[in-house]
């Protein structure tokens, strides 16, 4: 099992991204899932989350301007990110428990490998 996240990429301020993370393996169950990012210097920080029913949380910096999505179909998690600003340059990490077929009761945490959004002024 392993979280693939990809989209990133250079945009300049007010512009656009969407960044994705597919899940891929024998996947028995996805829990809650989110995205994080990491911006130079700082701590990681959670920047969304959304339930397996849709339910959806934003940390205020980003609030009214990202978008947080799921195909459960698909193992798949997305990102919009809208008016980007240069304080949203980070590397973005998606983040999720998941239970395998051969662990269907004990779901382990992954993380994607981190996608970098780099926004100009």
Do not use: H
Request: proline share 4%; with cysteine; hydrophobic share 35%.
């Amino acid at each position: 099992v392993q979280l693939q996240a990809s989209g990133g990429g250079l945009v300049q301020a007010g512009g656009s991204l969407r960044a994705s993370c597919a899940a891929s393996g024998s996947i028995f169950s996805i829990g809650d899932m989110a995205w994080y990012r990491q911006r130079p210097g700082k701590r990681r920080e959670l920047v969304a989350s959304i339930t397996i029913g849709g339910t959806t949380n934003y940390a205020d910096s980003v609030k009214g301007r990202f978008t947080i999505s799921r195909d459960n179909a698909k193992n798949t998690m997305y990102l919009r990110m809208n008016s980007l600003k240069p304080e949203d340059t980070a590397v973005y990490y998606c983040n999720a428990p998941i239970a395998s077929k051969d662990r269907p009761l004990f779901p382990d945490e992954y993380w994607g490998q981190g996608t970098q959004v780099t926004v100009s002024s």
